[in-house]
């Protein structure tokens, strides 16, 4: 029944806050081998329609506000902070996340050190705890530049560091994946764990950023 | 040079080959001397799992370089640094670090 | 050090590039389709991302140019779908033309609960 409109539009879809609406447009070459691989996939007993919707929800559940809130516990927590550093997937296992695989490994930034990470083969990034990676961690720039020039990329992001600060990069090449520890900023000692969380961007979180200050503190 | 085994702190050399196939060791790093910073134990070797293939448990390194070392002394911070994951079979060992 | 030939292009820690684009998207529900299709397939056995990884370095750096990420994914996880074994490629052509037959939209092409 080609070019019936659907009887009803699948749960699923409209069910994501946040996607873009493709359900109406004409499909590209490469959406049409997504609809023939996934109904494969159906037919030949390896999925399910529910799986994969599940398989969606799961991952639009992942955030970085998950990677916020651990790093709100390490910042509070002297032992919480020395465990995620030792074994970050059992720090996450812990803190109540499910690392489903995730080899975590948190690095610290301090008054001297400053931690950035890339993976330059390819895209690798801890999806299980901070979601999917933004498009510029996937592209050329970003994955070339910063193991030659890290501070002049980090400065493109708006992030000027003292020649005093020892930058490490971090290349995500094999099985790892990282988390920067951004310092905590100042003016922050009377905050709750959550007031910290809200501090934590997804950017600092992978390094090319620090996290924000408090509203309305002046250094 | 012998097979690595290296323990932490040792200096380690990538080695500067280039097999036309699947590898997880970026060319920046390929002959390049490193220390390591700790080991990762056993993992299976994903340049068989990219195949398809049943793949030989292999160890797993961080190693950590000075920019100096990889780019040259006249690079953005010399003393900075990068840390990599590099597997056993890419390292040769240069000398331990620990006290004999 | 200088000799080594064969640079694979997806080995690109070093290379010039231009500034970063500090620009993100929200991600089409295909896409996150094709990302699920990933993580489902990944837990058979029978794909690993290890293969994903290495086919989407032998599809080259055009496809890196041209195709957006999930386009390349999802490519790469049709052959290494085949290559496992899962469908074979007559399965693919016969699927796809029964797709095509269907309609020129997500909402014509499919009416299963996940489309």
Redesign the interface.
Known sequence: ??????ET?????GA?V???????????Y?????????????E?G??T?????A??D???RRSPADGARLIAKAWIDDRFRRKLLADGSAAMTEFGLNPAGLRLLAVENTPGIHNVI?C???SCYPRNLLG?P???Y????????L???????LA??GLELP?ET???????????RYIVIPQRPAGTTDMTEDELAGLVTRDSMIGVSRASSPRGFRE | MTVANPKPADRVRVRADSPPGHVRTPWYLRGKTGIVERCLGPTLNPEQLAYGLPANSVKLYRVRFTMAEIWGEYCEAPNDTLDAEVFSHWLELEETGRAS | MSEFVGRQWHDMGGQDAGPVVNEDHDFAFWEKRVDALMVIASGTGRFSVDQLRRVLEDMGESAFETMSYYERWIAAINRVLIESGIYTTEELARKLSDVRARGTTYGDCCQSETG
Not at chain 1, 18 to 28: A, I, R, S
Not at chain 1, 49 to 53: L, P
């Open positions: 029944m080609p070019h019936d409109p659907p539009e699948s749960p699923s879809h994501h946040g996607h873009l609406d493709d359900f109406h447009t004409p499909l590209t490469w959406q049409t081998l997504e609809i023939a691989v996934r109904e494969l996939l159906i030949k390896i999925t329609g529910a799986e994969i919707a398989a969606i799961s991952m639009d890339v330059t083969l390819c999917l933004p498009d510029w996937k592209e050329r720039a970003y994955r070339s530049r193991v030659r020039t890290p501070r002049v990329v493109e992001f020649a020892t930058v490490r990069v971090h290349d995500s090449t094999a099985d790892m």
